[in-house]
């Protein structure tokens, strides 16, 4: 079981930036894919980013690529997204993500259903 922790949302003019974190409990961290998705009110939830568990391979949605960076720090169960250049459009509340990657090898970074753990969510707001 892996519990997931969000902190650093708030409130935040367009163009500014955040830093958001997630806190995982467990001693198997470093064996887990993890992923930032996000929702805002009446809509399905979206991929962010994700960060592989073996290479760092990174992965990013066309909207936020450039602007966000995923990061994860397996020393501290850790995993980061820092957003740039904020627009109103990335209001929604964010959610940190964990997977278990499979073990036939492979894993789906896109994927809101391949996710097995969940953290109860941050809000960011941006305003214009």
């Known amino acids: 079981q892996v519990q997931l922790v969000e902190s650093g949302g708030g409130l935040v003019q367009a163009g500014g930036s955040l830093r958001l974190s997630c806190a995982a409990s467990?001693?198997?961290?470093?064996?887990?894919?993890m992923g930032w998705f996000r929702q805002a009110p009446g809509k399905e939830r979206e991929f962010v980013a994700a960060i592989s568990w073996s290479d760092g391979s990174t992965y990013y949605a066309d909207s936020v690529k450039d602007r966000f960076t995923i990061s994860r720090d397996n020393a501290k169960n850790s995993v980061y997204l820092q957003m740039n250049s904020l627009k109103p459009g990335d209001t929604a509340v964010y959610y940190c993500?964990?997977?278990?990657?499979?073990?036939?090898?492979?894993?789906?970074?896109?994927?809101?259903?391949?996710?097995?753990?969940w953290g109860q969510g941050t809000q960011v707001t941006v305003s214009s």
């Open positions: 993500a964990a997977q278990i990657p499979p073990r036939g090898g492979g894993w789906f970074p896109l994927s809101v259903h391949k996710y097995d753990y």
């Open positions: 467990g001693r198997t961290f470093s064996s887990y894919a």
